[in-house]
């Protein structure tokens, strides 16, 4: 028995690297395509009517997702968490307020979201896939993309390495 359990571990812990592995690999090929651009001069208007410019000297995350993305969904406690120690703007891409503000009261989230409609920022920045996650650092040039999920931890160590 003790070896069944055995290999049935070593299995699983095999099949896990292996898809991590492969999700990151997928990342890589998929943001290939992204817009590298830095992100100075850019500022964006919230859903709360106030406008919101990343601020020199920290490093911002910029978060693009949807309310009908199930990925988005699993992911969005972890941007939640990283939105209270860091500057973060998520961008809801094709996405209507009222489920927007839904969303956000379902999900007791508190981050800043522009609501990209008809996805003109989205088209800006070349996404093709959701969740997307761009890290700049405190001097407003990217240094790290994502597409598809990311965990709170990495979200954190790639916030903290960009704040060096």
Known sequence: MKEKIKHYTKEILTFIVVMTIFANIVSLYKSTDLNKDSLTNIDFLLMDGTRFTPEKGKPTLIHFWATWCPTCSLESSNIQSISQNYEVITI?????SLEIQKYHKENNL?????NDDEGRLAQKFNIAAYPT???????KELIFSEVGYTSTLGLYLRMWWSSL
């Open 92 to 96: 809801a891409v094709k996405s209507d």
């Open 133 to 139: 996650t761009f890290i700049y650092n405190k001097d």
């Open 110 to 114: 508190t981050f800043k979201v522009v």
